[in-house]
């Protein structure tokens, strides 16, 4: 009688293979993914160390490593806030065998987030279960002789401005991190902790610095070669043009509050292999002046927020710059925003005209284009088709929605179905226009172009007729359309165009048909099934 083998087969003998499965378990099996990694850990000691491996490598918070301390404890909050939450502390000081513990679990993580209590916390990750107290700082800030606290460490997001942290926010700044996010921390411990970065973290790719304090370090980003992606706040000129000479700088997020040395800016370009910039200028004249320092073939995606606003000669410089700075045809992404009032002279220097707006026309490539400023439109069907057939990739499109027109707009539905026929892969449209008189036939008011992505259309303050005939027309060129956004964020700016609250209420009539109409559509259009494409292939084959 044979008696079954109870040895392994040799591939689970393999740690390599062994971590792949068990990251997708981790992966597939998200509620319970810890519980279950645990229980593969107690298993066998074959599976222990790689199903530890993928337990600890990414954490949301540093609460489960600190609770595997034997000396923590737990203290309820005592106050009266539902965001309040339990404390971790000391019990007594850490003992060798305590440090044991947290440097053999610690040495497994590779991504971690730290926030000091809920409030703090990435809206993205984990959100904290236990407040981390000052004690325990202090403690973990003196680890034993000649031990690395997290040796393989390439991930953290850093929120603890307090200065009890410094020190062993400094002990996790290894040679090894690739990301560093301090994005939260305040300005008191930014500025003691950003010097100890430079010779800490060469192999840096990406870092997320605060966004309000002004930092002034002149060759600060020359000790990060390798970096990549950057977000910060304020920068010296002479700090800006050290980020300008990074090789391998692909991203850039930025505000300009001030650019002292314009003249020395502009005879030194840079950011020759940058792919992506957001600024985010006090206004139009300082993103215009940045850009003329920035000289890139590889730019593919420019977004420009400017609290002070702007106006249509403001945004032509700044359109005419970037043209000379980038090649056209490659950038996909354009957005510009403001948040100001377009003030006492609108609609005179805020009138965004076909010439303008032509400029646009020599970004070929463009999948997403957003103007959501103060300026208006003069556009009409003709301009908007001339545009719409330099956009074949145009996938998302807004112009003025966001804040409206705030006058009658010359664009109508035909200019719409204009728009939509020579953009084929269009999936979300803003456009204000004039959707009073259709003037199109009623059996087929699309003319046979169909645009099923499109399930949400943003009209601002569009004029409008009879809602049954405009639903009729938007559901036979989108049927699958469920909403209209009409008036829905024009918030303090808004000048109301006559009648706007009659309009608004059509618009709103408009939406309410839409559902209906979208199972007519459906009905009208049968998915093609195989049994549905075969009888279309036997009347091919009969005909």
Known sequence: MMVPSTSMHPCLLVSEILVNIFAEVNERDEEEAARTLAALCRTCRAFREPAMKVLWAHLGTLVPLIRCIPCIKIVKSKGKLQDDLPTLVLEREMSSTDWEIFLSHSRLVLTCGYYVSRRDKHP?????????????????????????????????RWTDSRKDSIRFFRLILTPALEFLDMSSITDPVYSVVIPSINDACPSLRIMHLPKWPFLHLPDM???????????????ADATIQSLGRLAHLASMDICLHKLHDIKSLVENPGFSTLRRLVLRAYNINLATAFMRQVKSTHLREVKCYLPHGTTATGIQEWITILLDRCIPRRLEILEIEDYADAGADFPAQFTLTPDILKLLSRFRGLTTLDLATACTYSLDDTALTQLAICWPSMQSIALGTHWGWRQHSDVTLKGLLSLVRHCPQL?????????????ITSQRPGGGV??????????????????????????????????????????????PIPAAKEHEDKWKEVEKLLPAFSKVRAQEHPPVGPRRKAFFLEELYLA
């Open 427 to 439: 999936e979300s449209i803003g456009l204000v226009m004039n959707a009073i008189t259709t003037d």
């Open 221 to 235: 980003f020359d000790k990060w070669p390798n970096l990549a992606y950057v977000t910060s706040g304020p920068l």
């Open 450 to 495: 169909r645009r099923p992505k499109v399930t949400n259309l943003n009209v601002g303050d569009s004029r409008v007729g009879d809602p049954l005939a405009v639903a009729a027309f938007l559901s036979d060129v989108f049927p699958r359309l469920l909403s209209v956004d009409a008036f829905n964020h024009l918030g303090g700016r808004r000048r």
């Open 124 to 156: 993205v990750l984990n959100s904290p279960s236990h407040d981390i107290g000052v004690d325990i700082l202090r403690a973990l800030s003196s680890p034993p002789p000649s031990s690395i606290v997290f040796p393989h460490l390439r991930k953290i």
